[in-house]
């Protein structure tokens, strides 16, 4: 019996390091990708500049269903600190477009940039940009004093409640549009009783 129990125990520890295998193959397939369609992680972060938030927030569908790498996609891609810098891109224009008058420190925005990469593993870059376009809308609140960085976490929280009711919305409507286009094909094809009748009847006399 115990050598049954440590032959599962192999075989659990088997398929476990199969699955991660697995993951980390797709990973490597999704790198290959990501850096012949965005290069270096400099011109990534070119590409995904803070001036590309409004282009992202003008088409929110795609912003959020399109093929921008995620996050845990760009970290196996690029170096954390690659990534930190990009965000803190973001952070920094953020933090230049708030009307007040004590601002995140240096130190304040690294650590926050790490904290987003950490807290926001399965969103897309796209889905970064929109979320700081949208705090710079107010969409969620404001800053009431200061830039606090704090107040951010809380916002991101917001942003990805808000994410899933959207792409429920999102999902509900190809649903209904798959309905309708699967409607429109059987009207055309389907038959009307009495074409059946005729039909049969047809059949009938031929046999």
């Known amino acids: ?37 965005y290069g270096d992680a400099n011109s990534f972060a070119l590409k995904f500049n803070p001036s590309v938030q409004m282009k992202c927030a003008m088409n929110i569908e795609k912003a959020l269903t399109g093929d921008a790498p995620t996050i845990k996609q760009l970290l196996y891609t690029y170096k954390i600190e690659q990534l930190q810098v990009w965000l803190m891109a973001q952070i920094e224009d953020l933090n230049s477009y708030a009307g007040v008058k004590s601002k995140m420190t240096t130190p304040q925005m690294r650590e926050l940039a790490g904290i987003i990469i950490i807290k926001t593993g399965y969103l897309k870059a796209s889905e970064i940009l929109l ?3 949208m705090l710079k809308a107010g969409d969620f609140g404001g800053f009431y004093g200061t830039v606090d960085p704090q107040k951010v976490g809380e916002y991101l929280i917001a942003f990805k409640s808000w994410r899933r009711q959207e792409l429920d919305r999102v999902h509900h409507k190809y649903m209904l549009e798959e309905h ?9 094809t389907a038959i009307t009783r009495e074409e059946y009748n005729k039909q049969c009847a047809s059949e009938a006399t031929t046999k």
């Open 1 to 37: 019996m115990k050598q049954i129990g440590n032959l599962l125990k192999v075989q659990k520890e088997s398929k476990k390091s199969s699955t991660l295998q697995g993951a980390w193959g797709w990973l490597e397939v999704k790198k290959t990708k990501i850096l012949a369609k």
């Open 131 to 133: 979320f700081f376009y």
């Open 180 to 188: 309708n286009r699967k409607q429109k094909e059987w009207q055309q």
